[in-house]
Nanobody, 115 residues
């Protein structure tokens, strides 16, 4: 099982980034997918979640209206489009796959929002 995040980097406040998470080794379409983040000295927090079919999404209050989670089950990939980024969005972003049988994590990608 692998979840490989990409797309992180350094961006100025107000900028945008698109994170990708490529999945392999399990039946991607049977898992809800989420993005979490963890800032230095803070607990890991849920950013956004999307159902296995992609027809339902939920967001943390801090990201509503700025972030969009989506998935492509044909490509085994989940995305996080991040707009209007703020310094407080700086964190390591992790991809997560979960169903009643298993829970998988990626290695994370760093997002830094700074001028």
């Amino acid at each position: 099982v692998q979840l490989v995040e990409s797309g992180g980097g350094l961006v100025q406040p107000g900028g945008s980034l698109r994170l990708s998470c490529a999945a392999s080794g399990f039946t991607f379409s049977r898992y809800a997918m989420s993005w979490y983040r963890q800032a230095p000295g803070k607990a890991r927090e849920l950013v956004a979640v999307i159902s296995s079919t992609g027809d339902s999404t939920n967001y943390a209050d801090s990201t509503k209206g700025r972030f969009t989670i989506s998935r492509d089950n044909a490509k085994n990939t989940v995305y996080l489009q991040m707009n209007s980024l703020k310094p407080e969005d700086t964190a390591v972003y992790y991809c997560n796959a979960r169903n009643i049988r298993a829970n998988y994590w990626g290695q994370g990608t760093q997002v830094t929002v700074s001028s």
